[in-house]
Nanobody
Framework: HVQLVESGGGSVQAGGSLTLSCTGY????????MGWFRQVPGKEREGVAS???????TYAASVKGRFTISQDNSKNTLYLQMNSVKSEDAGIYTC???????????????????WGQGTQVTVS
Protein backbone atom coordinates (compact mmCIF):
# COMPACT_ATOMS: atom_id res chain seq x y z
CA HIS A 1 0.00 0.00 0.00
CA VAL A 2 2.80 2.41 0.86
CA GLN A 3 6.47 2.69 -0.04
CA LEU A 4 8.83 4.89 1.96
CA VAL A 5 12.18 6.04 0.56
CA GLU A 6 14.73 7.81 2.73
CA SER A 7 17.51 10.09 1.57
CA GLY A 8 19.94 12.60 3.00
CA GLY A 9 22.09 10.36 5.13
CA GLY A 10 25.84 10.72 5.14
CA SER A 11 28.71 11.86 7.26
CA VAL A 12 28.46 14.83 9.58
CA GLN A 13 30.87 16.31 12.05
CA ALA A 14 29.96 16.37 15.70
CA GLY A 15 28.17 19.62 16.37
CA GLY A 16 27.05 19.88 12.78
CA SER A 17 23.70 19.52 11.06
CA LEU A 18 22.09 17.11 8.67
CA THR A 19 18.62 16.81 7.18
CA LEU A 20 17.01 13.48 6.37
CA SER A 21 14.08 13.10 4.01
CA CYS A 22 11.51 10.36 3.58
CA THR A 23 9.22 10.40 0.57
CA GLY A 24 6.09 8.32 0.53
CA TYR A 25 4.47 6.64 -2.44
CA UNK A 26 1.16 4.86 -2.80
CA UNK A 27 -2.02 5.26 -0.81
CA UNK A 28 -0.92 7.88 1.68
CA UNK A 29 -4.40 9.05 2.62
CA UNK A 30 -4.61 6.30 5.25
CA UNK A 31 -1.29 7.27 6.88
CA UNK A 32 -2.11 8.71 10.29
CA UNK A 33 1.35 8.94 11.78
CA MET A 34 4.95 9.07 10.59
CA GLY A 35 8.07 8.48 12.61
CA TRP A 36 11.85 8.35 12.50
CA PHE A 37 13.76 5.54 14.12
CA ARG A 38 17.45 4.75 14.40
CA GLN A 39 19.46 1.65 15.09
CA VAL A 40 23.08 0.80 15.67
CA PRO A 41 24.49 -2.72 15.58
CA GLY A 42 23.95 -4.56 18.82
CA LYS A 43 21.31 -2.18 20.10
CA GLU A 44 17.56 -2.09 19.88
CA ARG A 45 15.85 0.19 17.44
CA GLU A 46 15.16 3.55 19.06
CA GLY A 47 12.28 5.86 18.27
CA VAL A 48 13.56 9.36 17.55
CA ALA A 49 10.51 11.42 16.68
CA SER A 50 6.98 11.11 15.39
CA UNK A 51 4.37 13.37 13.87
CA UNK A 52 0.68 12.70 13.75
CA UNK A 53 -1.62 13.66 10.91
CA UNK A 54 -3.02 16.48 13.03
CA UNK A 55 0.51 17.81 13.61
CA UNK A 56 1.06 16.49 17.12
CA UNK A 57 4.77 15.75 17.63
CA THR A 58 6.71 13.51 19.98
CA TYR A 59 10.48 13.46 20.52
CA ALA A 60 12.75 11.08 22.32
CA ALA A 61 14.40 12.76 25.30
CA SER A 62 17.81 12.17 23.75
CA VAL A 63 17.06 14.41 20.75
CA LYS A 64 14.61 16.95 22.14
CA GLY A 65 15.80 20.47 21.45
CA ARG A 66 18.23 19.30 18.77
CA PHE A 67 16.13 17.46 16.20
CA THR A 68 13.04 18.70 14.41
CA ILE A 69 10.53 16.51 12.62
CA SER A 70 8.33 18.07 9.98
CA GLN A 71 6.34 17.11 6.93
CA ASP A 72 5.46 18.68 3.61
CA ASN A 73 2.20 17.11 2.52
CA SER A 74 2.41 18.74 -0.92
CA LYS A 75 5.60 16.73 -1.52
CA ASN A 76 4.55 13.63 0.45
CA THR A 77 7.80 14.05 2.33
CA LEU A 78 8.81 13.72 5.95
CA TYR A 79 11.93 15.46 7.25
CA LEU A 80 14.24 15.15 10.21
CA GLN A 81 16.42 18.18 10.80
CA MET A 82 19.33 17.13 12.99
CA ASN A 83 21.27 19.91 14.71
CA SER A 84 24.10 19.81 17.25
CA VAL A 85 24.74 16.25 16.22
CA LYS A 86 26.51 14.03 18.73
CA SER A 87 28.52 10.87 18.22
CA GLU A 88 25.71 8.85 19.77
CA ASP A 89 23.38 10.03 17.01
CA ALA A 90 25.15 7.80 14.50
CA GLY A 91 23.20 4.88 13.11
CA ILE A 92 20.80 3.77 10.44
CA TYR A 93 17.81 6.08 10.33
CA THR A 94 14.55 4.66 9.07
CA CYS A 95 11.22 6.32 8.54
CA UNK A 96 8.02 4.49 9.26
CA UNK A 97 4.29 4.96 8.91
CA UNK A 98 1.18 3.89 10.73
CA UNK A 99 -1.26 3.07 7.98
CA UNK A 100 -4.92 2.42 8.44
CA UNK A 101 -4.91 2.68 12.20
CA UNK A 102 -5.65 5.52 14.59
CA UNK A 103 -4.54 5.96 18.15
CA UNK A 104 -0.98 5.78 19.34
CA UNK A 105 1.53 7.91 17.45
CA UNK A 106 4.77 7.85 19.32
CA UNK A 107 8.16 6.24 19.35
CA UNK A 108 7.11 2.63 19.85
CA UNK A 109 8.16 0.76 16.72
CA UNK A 110 5.50 -1.89 17.32
CA UNK A 111 2.82 0.61 16.33
CA UNK A 112 4.21 1.10 12.82
CA UNK A 113 3.33 -1.12 9.90
CA UNK A 114 5.29 0.35 6.99
CA TRP A 115 9.02 0.92 6.95
CA GLY A 116 11.61 2.38 4.64
CA GLN A 117 14.98 0.82 3.93
CA GLY A 118 16.98 3.23 6.04
CA THR A 119 19.77 5.71 5.49
CA GLN A 120 23.13 5.71 7.25
CA VAL A 121 24.27 8.61 9.41
CA THR A 122 27.90 8.69 10.43
CA VAL A 123 29.27 11.19 12.95
CA SER A 124 32.95 12.06 12.88
Amino acid sequence: HVQLVESGGGSVQAGGSLTLSCTGYGNLLEVNCMGWFRQVPGKEREGVASIEKNGSITYAASVKGRFTISQDNSKNTLYLQMNSVKSEDAGIYTCAAIWGRRGSCGTDSNDYNYWGQGTQVTVS
